[in-house]
Nanobody, 126 residues
């Protein structure tokens, strides 16, 4: 059973930066495309970023493009989300997710992913 554990969330002022980490265990991490999603209070979970299993391609929601960077270290079984120029509207619980299929058609779809972490809170104050 694959387990994902996020860390790195916290409170930051607008314009600041945070780096989230997601550590995986229990599965062939290097074979999993990975994604980050977020959910703000009263809103649906939305796609933030994704990365292929090789790390060769990345995908971003328009709202974070140019500010967030997803990366992975397969040796450490960890995926990262570097978040810069944070805005109050980035406030949400951030979740990482893993797709057990080597190749993914729709990286931004919630239904693509098979395993989810418990989430980490990010709060951006104005």
């Amino acid at each position: 059973q694959v387990q994902l554990v996020e860390s790195g969330g916290g409170l930051v002022q607008a314009g600041g930066s945070l780096t989230l980490s997601c550590a995986a265990s229990g599965g062939p991490f290097r074979a999993y495309p990975m994604g980050w999603f977020r959910q703000a209070p009263g809103k649906e979970r939305e796609f933030v970023a994704a990365i292929t299993w090789t790390g060769g391609s990345t995908y971003y929601a328009d709202s974070v493009k140019g500010r967030f960077t997803i990366s992975r270290d397969n040796a450490k079984k960890t995926v990262y989300l570097q978040m810069n120029s944070l805005k109050p509207e980035d406030t949400a619980v951030y979740y990482c997710a893993a797709d057990k299929n080597l190749y993914t058609i729709n990286y931004s779809a919630y239904s693509t992913y098979d395993y989810w972490g418990q989430g980490t809170q990010v709060t951006v104050s104005s």
